[in-house]
């Protein structure tokens, strides 16, 4: 029933475009207790399927700039290539740092990409009321 609930929220949060898999990877290893290579590569199952409904969605409502996104998914096969290759090769513990890693940074830039919000509009809503 757990990994329902995980499941559930990591689709919520992938047919969003935010990631869900990060999420998935972390729920995994962390409340279930699956090796970080098992996580990874189960949340690439989880992806085939919920990227095909969003990307079907997003298709729809005409979302898809598809100048953009073709090199994007060359790009992204071959970074997937090496990743896997790489991912193989480094041991668990190394592994899980690289990740915690990626999610701090991730964390950064989304306080960054707030703060940076919040002082614009600040500014903007300051420049308003002194006209």
Request: charged content about 15%; hydrophobic content about 50%; overall charge positive.
């Amino acid at each position: 029933m757990f990994e329902m609930a995980i499941g559930l929220i990591s689709g919520f949060v992938s047919g969003m475009g935010m990631g869900g898999g990060t999420i998935l990877i972390l729920c995994l290893s962390m409340f279930i207790g699956i090796e970080q290579h098992i996580a990874q590569a189960t949340n690439l199952v989880f992806f085939i399927p919920t990227s095909i409904i969003a990307i079907i969605t997003n298709i729809k409502q005409k979302y898809i700039d598809f100048k953009v996104a073709i090199p994007v998914i060359i790009s992204g096969i071959l970074g997937a290539i090496i990743g896997a290759i790489y991912s193989n090769k480094t041991d668990v513990k190394s592994l899980k740092k690289y990740f915690g890693i990626f999610l701090a940074l991730i964390a950064i830039w989304e306080i960054y990409s707030l703060v940076k919000k919040y002082i614009f509009q600040k500014k903007t809503h300051n420049k308003e009321r002194k006209k």
